[in-house]
């Protein structure tokens, strides 16, 4: 069985990539698997400078899911270059430099330190960050700044893959797909986290101190499936499909309704050997759908 | 800080051997063998029972109580739905167990060290007495609420010198407060170890402080990934930055942690 | 302890509503309890018209959810006037007309058939269609539809309370709330159903028929606590919490950021006599919360 | 169309009384007694462990097998999430039931009837044997895949003429085809009563209206509410119109209803 897959000017041994935010630097998981089994890795939101994150508490359980504001706390970019890229095993597995910045100027500086790495093959820019200047929704949800953004990053990327990860909260995220497309992205992403809430009626507060987090999970899955659906039908660059997945079934669903691979999140809690154990089981669960190589599955959902 | 033996640290999937109740609400946990006899007390595994399905997102977090070369002991008290499902367990099903993660409470030898336990705060230090080179130099302080019986203490009690303190009302709580305050100046010159509920951690803390004790205290916080990765488990330590309790500690040094 | 709440001219016994298209017309839980116990019931979407619905299969379940696709079948407006509206406890239970139209007129027409029964207690505009396929948006999508379909159904309301639902399914819910307090509607409720999507790898086939669908139950919970929370901050007009509530405890976590009441769907389908405990529940919940009535609880939400 | 006692219709909590399991994955389940004599073979029942939690939103639906003064039984095979975790129902385990629901199979006196059991379809014949004021008048033809020691067809057979087809590969499909064909053809003039699988169901339609055999078939479908307020579950009647298959079947007449 062939499970390779090529989109992007990437070539992956296999669709399953672990999402940002939810597999470390990839590093804290290298007792539960090897870094090389997988088709990539995207690592925690990288921003120019350090971030703390935000106060506690940041994560809370919720049914099938999980609410998490963690508030991209990182090391930087440049500690990520120094000390976490080179362990990494960057010439076998693709790794995805994740970035979060709050304005086209900082996406684009970013971009400058990660575009000369060697051990970075693509950029997925995350673009969830609020757009003080533009009243607070986030530049994701504004399909001008979404192309603005996308073009920035792309002028100094020096040819590494740029894919711009979509938000859900949006009315059409079909529309914030071709902005990207007409940005010039090579690919899309897609979904980052509801925006969703929890509150505890004993101390009649919020259960996350920023009041507000993004909801990841098994809960979601149905949403990412139908905006995996919207966008493959809106645009001609390739797709990621990300939400919810928790086995190596949910992640032929995405590539059946036309993901060119898929991302793991929440799912890597489960267990830490979740996206390990989805590659093993990708070949039996390709049986089920009677498909041989990733690429015949690929987009091919009959509608009715 | 102790560093964890990172080659010991995978996933398994135990089978479980039995259950043991004691009143009311405290479990006693027994899993096949998962080869930690090299663990560190203190430090914590991830369980999830292989038939959970998807409702509850992630792994609860326990103490390591005990471990042998037969199997390893889980000590909890059900608190919640995770808590309640591990219940359910039957013989035999199997149990997907990461760890031995976090770091572990110092066992210097030939050290005084004072271990103040509150409530389910008592599990780690069943395996410390257990494994410590210089038992005779252990003293056990356990401060809880429910009835005595509840605990393993009275086992560990026949090992090492041990005081319990019945929380039987709030009206208790000032008093064991000086007492435990009193403890925690008496052990100057020695160690002390903590783990137990938030507040109580507090009182030591300061007490630590205020006595120049040199203290370590065992932190808990929802927990999603066990591993250090999702950060969402962070406290801060002695220069303000935020850290993984799952990482970098559950224990830390009292003067090196925000509670 | 004082149940009571009052709101949009309306005074309910409880908080605890039974949802659209979840409790059918009421009569099918006769058995499970008093209906008149309830503060009140939302019946099943109405149209001018007979609908026969979707085809099949309309309904999969998702991990802590379902998805539907029932397509509004109903024996139309008058029907339910004639057949249902006079075995139901109108006196005792606010019976709430959910109005299902694809045009403002149409949505006149309904409102015209309805204004006149004393029976019905409130008007409840479905204005997020999430399970029709159509070209573009929804109505719901658009906050001047929102306002235009409010001010059809308000002129010819006759003074019979309008409460307009909520679609979860745009940028910005919060605008849509102000679009439907703008074209003077007395209460919004929301919210809706998530659009979603199930495949089926082994037929390659989608789970619906329609292909897409909406998301309800407890995995939608933390969107619609986020959803209520916003909407409830920018307009003045009571708000009905709706999504994923399934207890007592969760029926208070929408009235403590600020809900009037709430709507309880998906959760019948766990026990029919679901909606009959929560009552039942919501005392001993309420000390959980230290409160006396549901009036103090309210919007009590202490933020940071 | 047989009307249901509505009286009778009720959410219970009942508790388990213990589970025969057969050879591999076939199921009975007996729950204590809900007051249920009344019930008419081919009703059925939503069930709900009140431990499931949430990650299931729906209660399944059984055929009531047999039900008496004792207790109420349910024939299942084990098939996804819901039968695996009913399989882990403890003893004193408390389930959610209501039901009866929708309507049963016609039992008309004196009259010769042929049951036409499917797989899991033997389920609801169970109790309508032991009920039937005339049973000498009936005739069970099974068709079944797994070895027959997973249902509880002796039992029948003890009661009533029986004959068992057993469909070893799907090459023996045809001739099961054509008998099943020719036992609805021979049943002219009398009832036939059929549940099991669609395509099992469809021959049997198309046999009555070829040979005008007056028959019932009770239908499947996925049921989220079961009592027809959530119009997951409908069908096409006779008239080409939408009817919940749970309050307006699950036994429908043959030719009142699109397969
Ligand atoms: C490193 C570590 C070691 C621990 N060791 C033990 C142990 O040996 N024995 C034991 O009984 N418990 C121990 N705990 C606490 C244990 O993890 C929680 O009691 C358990 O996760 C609760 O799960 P639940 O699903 O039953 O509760 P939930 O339904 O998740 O929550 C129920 C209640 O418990 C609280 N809670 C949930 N998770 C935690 C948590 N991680 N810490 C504190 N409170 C929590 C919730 O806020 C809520 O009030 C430890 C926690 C940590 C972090
Ligand atoms: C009125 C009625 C009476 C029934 N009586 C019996 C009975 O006596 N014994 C018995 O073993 N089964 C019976 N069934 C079928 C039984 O309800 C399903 O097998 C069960 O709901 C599957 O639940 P699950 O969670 O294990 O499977 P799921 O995980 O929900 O699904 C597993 C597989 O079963 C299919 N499935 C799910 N629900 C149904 C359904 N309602 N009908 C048909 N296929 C389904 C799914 O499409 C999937 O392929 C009856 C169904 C109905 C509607
Ligand atoms: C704890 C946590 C942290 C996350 N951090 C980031 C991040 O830094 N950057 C980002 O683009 N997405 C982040 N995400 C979103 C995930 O990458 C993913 O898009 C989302 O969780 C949906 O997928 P899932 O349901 O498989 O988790 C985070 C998610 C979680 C749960
Ligand atoms: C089977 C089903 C049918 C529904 N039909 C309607 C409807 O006719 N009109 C409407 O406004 N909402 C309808 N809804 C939406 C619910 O009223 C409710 O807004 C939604 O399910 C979210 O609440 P919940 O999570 O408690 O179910 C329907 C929901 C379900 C599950
Ligand atoms: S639990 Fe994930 S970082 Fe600690
Ligand atoms: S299952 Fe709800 S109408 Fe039949």
Redesign the interface.
Known sequence: MDLRVEFAGLVLKNPIITASGTFGFGLEFMNFGDLKRLGGIVVKGLSLKPREGNPMPRIVETPCGMLNAIGIQNPGVEAFVRDKLPLLPWRETAIIANLYACSAQEFGDLTGVLAGEEGVAALEVNVSCPNVQSGGAAFGQDPAQITKVTEEVKKRAVGKPVIVKLSPNVTDIALCARAAEAGGADAVSLINTLLGMAVDIRTRKPRLANVVGGLSGPAIKPVALRCVHQVCRAVKIPVIGIGGIVSAEDALEFILVGASAVQVGTANFIRPDMAFRMVDDLPRTMLKARAQTIAELKGSLELP | MVVRN??E???RELRFLGVWEGPSDFVELTLENPGWEGYRPGQFAML?PK?W???????RPFSISRADEESVTFFFQVVG?GTE?LT?L?PGDEV?V?GPLGNGFSAPEETPTLLLAGGMGIAPFRGYIERHPTPEFLRLVFAHRAGIDSYPYQMMKDKVRAEAIHEKTPDDLPTIIERIEAEVAGAHGGLVLACGPLPFLKTIQQAAKLHQVRAELSLE??M????????????KDGQD??VQVC?RGPVFKADDVHL
């Open positions: 990172c080659r640290v995978k996933v999830r038939h399905g998807l409702e509850l997102s992630w792994g739905r499902r359910r039957l997907i990461w916080r929802s999603a990934c066990g591993v250090g990765a999702c950060l969402g488990c962070v406290c930055k935020h990482a």
